[in-house]
């Protein structure tokens, strides 16, 4: 559903009004997409930069491979959060990509309820974890990093709203800045 699992579509803008209204659609309803205040999904810009989706900077490099071309670093802090974003979908990438590997149930189509989907993607999940801590030096892995242990709140306030708003977009230009402003610091 979102493209943090998803493959790298184009910017479109069919495409960005089909996945938005998706988006809208998922997060309206009773048992949909809950995003807690304060997270983010990463996103491509098929969806809108709103509050909980968080998207790279248009017309920016963005794609590894335009990183590889020799055109240097980053030059401005847009530069540096979409390397950063795409960087991170990448790792994402690659974990769903390691999950189907070693899962072939993930593979392809499922005709279960989606509560029984759910549960047996949490299931490969926990079987995953459960292979990394019993085998160290598992041939699977990679270079794939330390996955972080989100706690459950089920009292927490979430993302109802899917309207762009200025105190989103100021957010991710401020961290932007600061990325950019550390990084050029440690250079």
């Known amino acids: ?40 999904y990463l996103c491509d810009n098929g969806y809108g930069n709103v509050e909980g989706f968080l998207t790279p900077y248009r017309g920016v490099r963005y ?14 802090p847009h530069e540096l959060f979409n390397l950063r974003h795409a960087s991170a979908r990448n790792v994402i990438e690659r974990t769903f990509g390691l999950l189907k590997t070693r899962w072939g149930i993930l593979r392809s189509s499922s005709y279960y309820p989606i509560r029984v989907q759910n549960q047996i993607i949490v299931a490969c999940c926990l079987l995953h974890n459960f292979v990394r801590m019993e085998m160290p030096d598992d041939p699977l892995e990679g270079e794939l990093s330390d996955e972080v242990d989100m706690p459950v709140d089920h009292g927490i306030e979430v993302v109802s709203t899917l309207d762009a708003i200025p105190q989103w977009t100021s957010w991710r230009d401020a961290l932007a800045i600061d990325m950019y402003t550390e990084w050029t610091r440690r250079r």
């Open 63 to 76: 794609h590894l491979k335009e990183w590889d071309r020799g055109n240097g670093g980053p030059q401005s």
């Open 1 to 40: 559903m979102l493209e943090t699992a998803g493959r790298l579509r184009g910017t479109d803008l069919h495409q960005s009004a089909a996945d938005g209204r998706v988006l809208r659609d998922v997060v309206h309803r009773p048992a949909g997409v809950k995003v807690p205040r304060g997270n983010y």
